[in-house]
């Protein structure tokens, strides 16, 4: 399995709703990213999981709760979302952190209404 | 801060060799990448030299490494239609966190 995996692909949302984005791997890397990315820009890093515990959150609003349960599996949990925050949610990992790039997984496309 | 720049646009005809360039600041990069994306889909890792080699090849595509200009490039082979997407760019110098360049969009014309 070379795959990174996420669900939902669409996903829209009430700016009051709580909803979650999953994502999973089966390829033994311990390190795993959330990357948030809007229409003709490159990725922007949310958070970096190595080893099961969070080692970098990029100054992330609250609103957005990242959770990694075990080592194949990573969430993050939307809460009072605004309009802008509607954007393509992508998931990636990598043996560890130390290089030689990640696998990304499709995305999950999250409208806020 | 780290910065990593490519040119936005390159338009080839199906055949023809395509060459994205990209530059970078932090000289103590230890790999460069280059991703693809194709519309509506997540990034494809397609390739990543390390900071000592100069060049690397993999079928259709060749990465040149100009560490002393800290110029990177992809060069596609061949190119067809199905090689139009964006191209990132990108480094490591922080252990988790890669710099993304604002991606090159490759448009393949018949």
């Known amino acids: 399995d070379t795959e990174v995996t996420q669900t939902p692909k669409h996903l829209v949302m009430g700016m009051t709703n709580k909803k979650s984005l999953k994502c999973e791997q089966h390829?033994?890397?311990?390190?795993m990213y959330w990357y948030k990315q809007k229409a003709k820009k490159p990725p922007e890093l949310m958070f970096v999981?190595?080893?099961?515990?969070?080692?970098i959150n990029e100054s992330v609003p609250s609103r957005f709760s990242p959770e990694c349960p075990n080592s194949s599996l990573l969430n993050l949990h939307l809460h009072a979302l605004q309009p802008e925050d509607s954007a393509l949610y992508l998931c990636?990992?990598?043996?560890?952190?130390?290089?030689?790039?990640?696998?990304f997984g499709s995305g999950t496309r999250l409208t806020v209404v | 801060g780290e910065d990593v720049e490519q040119s936005l646009f390159l338009s080839v005809r199906e055949g023809d060799s395509s060459v994205i360039n990209c530059t970078y600041t932090d000289s103590s990069s230890t790999y460069l990448y280059w991703y693809k994306q194709e519309p509506g889909a997540g990034l494809q890792l397609l390739t990543y030299?390390?900071?000592?080699?100069d060049m690397k090849q993999d079928q259709r595509l060749t990465v040149l490494l100009n560490k002393k200009d800290k110029h990177l490039s992809l060069r596609i082979a061949d190119t067809q239609t199905g090689d139009s997407a964006i191209y990132f760019c990108?480094?490591?110098?922080?252990?988790?966190?890669?710099?993304f360049g604002d991606g090159t969009t490759l448009t393949v014309k018949p």
């Open positions: 999981y190595s080893y099961e515990k969070l080692s």
């Open positions: 030299i390390f900071s000592n080699m």
């Open positions: 390829m033994g890397h311990r390190a």
């Open positions: 990108a480094d490591d110098t922080n252990a988790g966190k890669s710099t």
């Open positions: 990636a990992s990598s043996q560890d952190t130390g290089g030689r790039g990640y696998t």
